[in-house]
């Protein structure tokens, strides 16, 4: 059973950067894709970013494109978001999750339903 633990969320100023990490435990990971998802306050979860765990690919959601960077580290079972020019309205918990089996690409990425496994979240609050 993997299970999935974020962290270096924080409280930041508007146009600030954080690095938030996804660690896997429990046995080697193994998935098809990994993903960032978001929930604000009141607002349904919503995709950020995911990346293929087999070669590079990666998908963004429009809204955080050019700012936020989505990574890997296999050999660490590990996970990143490096999210740059913070703003307020990316204020919300972010959840990291390991997708369930399927194709790569970007529908089938940016759905929550397809993802088995989640984290705990980790809270973000960009104060403007």
């Known amino acids: 059973q993997v299970q999935l633990l974020e962290s270096g969320g924080g409280l930041v100023q508007d146009g600030a950067s954080l690095t938030l990490s996804c660690a896997a435990s429990?046995?080697?990971?193994?998935?098809?894709?990994m993903g960032w998802f978001r929930q604000a306050p009141g607002k349904e979860r919503e995709f950020v970013a995911a990346?293929?765990?087999?070669?590079?690919?990666?998908f963004y959601a429009d809204s955080v494109k050019g700012r936020f960077t989505i990574s890997k580290e296999k050999v660490k079972n590990a996970m990143y978001l490096r999210m740059d020019s913070l703003k307020p309205e990316d204020t919300a918990v972010y959840y990291c999750?390991?997708?369930?089996?399927?194709?790569?690409?970007?529908?089938?990425?940016?759905?929550?339903?397809?993802?088995?496994?989640w984290g705990q979240g980790t809270q973000v609050t960009v104060s403007s």
């Open positions: 429990g046995r080697t990971l193994s998935a098809a894709l």
């Open positions: 999750a390991r997708a369930r089996s399927g194709p790569i690409v970007a529908g089938f990425a940016a759905a929550p339903g397809n993802y088995g496994t």
């Open positions: 990346i293929s765990w087999v070669g590079n690919t990666i």
